[in-house]
């Protein structure tokens, strides 16, 4: 059992930027691929950005490329998304997923954390 749990989410105007993390504890981080999802109300969960396991391999989606960035520290069992140039539409709750395999899909996740709010205004 991986347990995940996101933080950093809150209210920012737009053109803004937020720092998420997500906190991982039980098995060993370093085992697994990260990636960050975002579900808006009435929408599917979707891709953001993924890293595998020594953060050789980095993948987004073309929505966020160039404002978003993933990292990890695998000595801190922490995985983080750094978020600038926000924009309204992307007003969601925001997950972090634990695979064993770098994936962009959802189904592709073992492990997901409960989620933390970003709100962007305009």
């Known amino acids: 059992q991986v347990q995940l749990v996101e933080s950093g989410g809150g209210l920012v105007q737009a053109g803004g930027s937020l720092r998420l993390s997500c906190a991982a504890s039980g098995r060993t981080f370093r085992n697994y691929a990260m990636g960050w999802f975002r579900q808006a109300p009435g929408k599917e969960r979707e891709f953001v950005a993924g890293?595998?396991?020594?953060?050789?391999?980095?993948s987004y989606a073309d929505s966020v490329k160039g404002r978003f960035t993933i990292s990890r520290d695998n000595a801190k069992n922490t995985v983080y998304l750094q978020m600038n140039s926000l924009k309204p539409e992307e007003t969601a709750v925001y997950y972090c997923g634990a695979t064993q395999s770098l994936s962009a899909t959802r189904n592709g996740y073992d492990y997901w954390g409960q989620g933390t709010q970003v709100t962007v205004s305009s």
């Open positions: 890293i595998s396991r020594s953060a050789i391999v980095i």
